[in-house]
């Protein structure tokens, strides 16, 4: 049978473990490029309105409710 001190042991093992691997998760996905993020030429983003950097189906939604 698995004693008390065992258990805490691997408690804190895999704990510790998941941290990790949610810390790491965050890291790649802040730090990750999308593929279609920037264009084969160097522009900028063909889903990023360079004028005000919204996402154009955001900027046509907030324009849209502004004029009702």
Do not use: Q, W
């Not at 408690?11 to 473990?17: E, M, P, V």
């Not at 965050?26 to 309105?49: Q, R, W, Y």
Request: proline content about 3%; overall charge negative.
């Amino acid at each position: 049978m698995i004693t008390d001190s065992e258990l805490y042991k691997l408690a804190i093992f895999l704990g510790s473990c998941a941290m990790l691997l949610i810390v790491l998760y965050h890291f790649l996905e802040v730090n990750s490029k999308d593929k279609d993020d920037t264009v084969a030429d160097g522009g900028t983003s063909s889903s990023v309105n360079p004028k005000n950097s919204m996402p154009t189906n955001l900027s046509s939604t907030l324009a849209t409710t502004e004029k009702r």
